[in-house]
């Protein structure tokens, strides 16, 4: 079955850095559209950025846009999450999630089990 495994989180200043990483397996990770999404406390989730099977089309959310980068490798079936300059209300669950499409993010083939990360103030 699909399998994909985040890491990367942490506790972080505000500022500061971190790089999530979500390694899939069980799928045919280069046919598959890949997505970051975010959970904080008592929110519902959002999606943060999303990449299509080349990595030739990248989105992201408007409140990360500038400081978050999307990128794949396909020859290691991992997608990573890039986050600069982070601030508190960057605080949440980061999930991973593989999606049926190649290009589009409306059909979830499945999630991640989720990374947790913390940026004080």
């Known amino acids: 079955q699909v399998q994909l495994v985040e890491s990367g989180g942490g506790l972080v200043q505000a500022g500061g850095s971190l790089r999530l990483s979500c390694a899939a397996s069980?799928?045919?990770?280069?046919?598959?559209?890949m997505a970051w999404s975010r959970q904080a406390p008592g929110k519902e989730r959002e999606f943060v950025a999303g990449i299509s099977w080349s990595g030739g089309s990248k989105y992201y959310a408007d409140s990360v846009k500038d400081r978050f980068t999307i990128s794949r490798d396909n020859s290691k079936n991992t997608v990573y999450l890039q986050m600069n300059s982070l601030k508190p209300e960057d605080t949440g669950v980061y999930y991973c999630?593989?999606?049926?499409?190649?290009?589009?993010?409306?059909?979830?083939?499945?999630w991640g089990q989720g990374t947790q990360v913390t940026v004080s103030s």
């Open positions: 999630a593989a999606y049926k499409s190649s290009e589009t993010f409306a059909d979830v083939r499945s």
């Open positions: 069980g799928l045919t990770f280069s046919n598959s559209a």
